[in-house]
């Protein structure tokens, strides 16, 4: 995360984005205050489900934003693209391969 970030920018201030209040969506393995707070110095808005790591009892402290509405959007979009590639992985592995068959 702490790689990726400033790399997404550079990358956005070349092709001319502009990144400001942009919402990051993340899974609950990125909550931490550390990528909260790196997220938010960069001027976008993280979007991250709180990871209760195995707690008896809630923390105390105030909850952080999250919107679920923008959290299954991206669940539909990247995730299925993901799942479609591997589920049509196999199918593309064998039409790469050429015949092994000579006709005489």
Known sequence: MKTALPQVTRIAQQVGLDLNQMIVSL?????????????????????I?????????????????????????????????FAWEDKFKRLLLRFEQRPRMVMP
């Open 27 to 47: 899974d609950s393995v990125y909550d931490s205050r550390a990528n909260r707070k790196a997220i938010f110095n960069r001027g976008r808005v993280p979007n």
């Open 49 to 81: 489900p709180a990871n209760p790591r195995s707690r008896k009892i809630p923390k105390r402290a105030r909850k952080p934003i999250f919107d679920p509405a923008i959290f299954q959007e991206r669940f539909r979009t990247i995730e299925r693209i």
